[in-house]
């Protein structure tokens, strides 16, 4: 039997990108917004690229915030994903998700030359997760990002920019990684593969 | 650390790479989608792809190639030329793009700079910049592929683009380009030091030392750099380990 991959829809961009990326890895996701296809889905990926409060906004018109927190099976957030999967968000005081119950604030640097939002590809360290499988500590992954979950009980990957944050989190069945995977090169497709697997 | 970026940039003319390549293990060194993917399996950062046909009828070819990359490509690119429109955008954007640049459209229109950036966010909104140093000693932004002066400052214009809401700075230094004498240290510094977003310096580079100077003196945050790579006179794994040995934090694969 194949997998059934389902991509969540909203109005976040960077949709197509995670596609793209699983198709790369040899795998078929569908892109939808329909709660049947979502529930019985093997693996749910949560993307995003935009802001939190009109992502948040948006998901509780549909009603997706109460179905995001239902589901069982292994679910993936990225980037911004993974912000609204935390209890709240310092982006236009945003209540998000609650799942992980860290707090997402602004960077706020004290050194002038940290460019806020971080751009670029940065290590990731204290990797603790059948996700890292096979990944070695300091790999490199792609960041875009002004606003960082803290450190906490469900940090499963570090990053270090302004201060040590988490790259990634994970509590129960839900995953959430900071950076983009599916711009992170092999490095990002193999941590695609590894949830695919979990 | 969040490390300095190394971007090959590539010209797209009618779908195709233009400026000679010189790369012997590529079936087709006219195929940006080959040469990109050979890159970025070498370790670049992220790619851009500047298209310099850019005319109404070639919109579809250059969506349909941006198709192509997004599916073969696993690391970040920006795609620019004769870019607009907030329509010319989302068709990219839907077709994979992670970035675009703008350039003449905004400079005429610096209304499109904060439409781009509610509309998609700032992080795909990358300001390009032709910049040429006059005698007067000031640097002025050109347009039209550098061919049209303009009275405006550099900094100016950038400072303004930052505040419509770009993201990025690629800056392309008209006095250096083409030279391999080095990047445009002073202009790159005074816009890293003095603006929030990212700088991409762009001309001039030629040695591995041009790349370590203008991100230690110029405070670049990204090298852009076409023709050393394509001619395979510094390939990007050298200039990593050039630069790591220099005490610049470079993502190593």
Known sequence: ?198 | MLCKRILPCLDIKDGRTVKGTNFVNLRDAGDPVELGALYAKEGADELVFLDITATNEKRQTLRELVNRIAHHINIPFTVGGGISSVEDVHALLQNGADKISVNTAAFKNPQLISDLASEFGSQCVVLAIDTRQEEDGQWYVYLNGGRVKTDKLCFDWARQAVQLGAGEILLTSMNHDGTRQGFAIDITRQLAENLPVPVIASGGGGTMAHFTEVFTKGKADAALAASIFHFKEISIPELKGYLQQHQIPVRTI
């Open chain 1, 1 to 198: 039997m194949t997998m059934n991959v389902v991509i969540l829809k909203y109005n976040a961009g960077n949709i197509q990108s995670v596609l793209y990326a699983l198709e790369r890895i040899g795998r078929q996701a569908v892109v939808t917004d329909d709660e049947e296809q979502i529930r019985t889905a093997d693996k749910v990926i949560f993307p995003g690229v935009g802001e939190a409060n009109s992502a948040m906004r948006y998901l509780k018109e549909r009603q997706l915030d109460k179905l995001i927190k239902e589901l069982k099976q292994p679910v993936l957030g990225i980037c911004l994903g993974m912000q609204l999967m935390c209890e709240h968000s310092e982006e236009n005081d945003t209540q998000c998700l609650g799942i992980f119950p860290e707090k997402v604030r602004l960077f706020t640097p004290q050194d002038a030359s940290l460019k806020v939002p971080q751009i670029g590809w940065n290590n990731i360290f204290n990797l603790k997760s059948p996700l890292f499988k096979d990944v070695p500590e300091n790999s490199f992954c792609y960041f875009v990002h002004g606003y960082y979950a803290a450190l906490g009980n469900d940090t499963i990957a570090t990053a270090d920019y302004v201060q040590p944050y988490s790259a990634a989190l994970h509590r129960d069945n839900f995953y959430g990684v900071q950076f983009h995977p599916e711009k992170s090169a092999t490095v990002g497709e193999k941590i695609i593969q590894n949830f695919l697997e979990l």
